[in-house]
């Protein structure tokens, strides 16, 4: 009996303390009679409604650039960004003296492109210059080189473009960022659209591949040539690839001008080291650029500016350990022949007979004959 008595009070008490217990904000509540609930804000329940981020979306608004061309009202300000970051100053200086040898191809590119760009009042009708161009050959030849000198010589802006410019994560993206690319490139003109390994964007169109990459390939090529383009817009695209016979067909049409960049032959090997050299201490005389010339049958333009890094070591190397951080810059001996001879046996041609062989093949059936 008293057990269940001793019971009984303890569930009475138990059942007071909850009664009686408050939280904190019950408590201030009740102690302050004026106090309004809220929602966990700081505002109270008849207060206007004011969205956090609305002052975000405010900022925005002021950093987002005003549009001032028709061609853009349409286009997303942020992809317009993202375009206008891939410009390269137009102000680069980069002559045809620069580029060593290839000296059919650059006529050619001169006349197809360079006039009609200096001069679209002469080149109307059949001398309408063409849209595309495709430098194919061999990697490390000058295809990059060429693209930068065509947007220097024509005083044009210069999109260098890869295919990571224009991929997105999010599916449709991809063709927004193309047609923005075009829309830019128009009100930038005269323009130049260079796309380095043009074969990762353009490659043959297949039933395995994604949606996405045919929406993107398939947008490029209404905006290159299509109802989409005018003849009085001034823009340039040149491609530059070393896997030609990867194109697709339709991108192979529209590149109208397919110049095959071979590998530098003797007399450019040989300007080519003297361009490099004319910054560095050497006592290297025409006879010695001759021989070390005749020496690098088959190697690229590339390949020629690893040999004359690696001769360059030589002074370096043959200094000493222990005075190498003392030194004096006019204490180290000019580079010589013997450096070049060693160069040689670290550096090798990159490009094989059998590729060499491809690129003729390419050229002899699709190629712009000279």
């Known amino acids: 009996m008293d057990i269940d008595m001793e019971e009984e009070a303890k569930a009475h008490k138990s059942q007071i303390a909850k009664l009686t217990f408050k939280t904190a904000k019950e408590?201030?509540?009740?102690?302050?009679?004026?106090?309004?609930?809220?929602?966990?804000?700081?505002?109270?329940?008849?207060?206007k409604f004011i969205s956090p981020m609305l002052g975000a979306m405010d900022k925005q608004e002021e950093s987002e650039p005003v549009i001032s061309d028709e061609r853009l009202k349409h286009i997303d300000p942020k992809m317009i960004e993202l375009i206008e970051s891939e410009i390269i100053d137009k102000g680069t200086p980069i002559g045809w003296e620069d580029i060593a040898?290839?000296?059919?191809?650059?006529?050619?590119?001169?006349?197809?492109?360079?006039?009609p760009l200096l001069r679209p009042d002469i080149f109307t009708g059949l001398r309408r210059p063409p849209r595309g161009i495709l430098l194919f050959g061999p990697p490390g030849t000058g295809k990059t080189l060429i693209g930068k000198c065509?947007?220097?010589?024509?005083?044009?802006?210069f999109f260098s473009i890869s295919a990571s410019s224009l991929t997105s994560k999010w599916i449709g993206d991809g063709e927004k960022m193309v047609r923005a690319l075009f829309a830019v490139a128009r009100c930038h003109q005269?323009?130049?659209?260079?796309?380095?390994?043009?074969?990762?964007?353009?490659?043959?169109?297949?039933?395995?591949?994604h949606e996405a990459t045919r929406r993107i390939k398939t947008e490029f090529?209404?905006?290159?040539?299509?109802?989409?383009t005018g003849d009085e817009d001034r823009l340039l695209i040149v491609g530059a690839t070393n896997r030609p016979q990867e194109l697709d067909e339709a991108a192979r049409r529209r590149l109208v001008k397919r110049l095959y960049i071979p590998l530098p032959d003797i007399d450019?090997?040989?300007?080519?080291i003297s361009n490099l050299?004319?910054?560095?201490?050497?006592d290297l005389s025409e006879h010695n650029m001759a021989e070390i010339a005749s020496l690098t049958e088959g190697h690229s333009g590339a390949d020629m500016k690893s040999l004359c890094s690696e001769a360059a070591m030589g002074p370096i190397r043959s200094v000493p350990l222990s005075q190498i951080v003392t030194i004096d810059r006019d204490k180290v001996r000019p580079?010589?022949?013997?450096?070049?001879?060693?160069?040689?046996?670290?550096?090798?041609?990159?490009v094989s007979q059998d590729d060499l062989g491809q690129y003729v093949k390419w050229n002899n059936t699709y190629g712009q004959g000279f």
Request: proline letters at 3%; aromatic letters at 4%; glycine letters at 4%.
């Open 101 to 115: 040898g290839l000296q059919m191809a650059k006529s050619v590119i001169q006349e197809a492109v360079v006039w």
């Open 150 to 157: 065509v947007a220097a010589q024509c005083h044009a802006t």
């Open 268 to 272: 450019a090997r040989k300007q080519i």
């Open 277 to 282: 050299l004319k910054d560095e201490n050497h």
């Open 190 to 209: 005269p323009a130049v659209i260079f796309i380095d390994e043009i074969d990762s964007l353009l490659t043959q169109r297949n039933d395995s591949e």
């Open 221 to 228: 090529l209404v905006q290159f040539d299509g109802a989409a």
């Open 335 to 350: 580079v010589n022949v013997r450096d070049f001879k060693a160069a040689l046996q670290r550096v090798r041609p990159s």
């Open 27 to 47: 408590q201030l509540l009740a102690s302050n009679p004026a106090a309004r609930r809220t929602l966990g804000a700081s505002r109270k329940a008849q207060a």
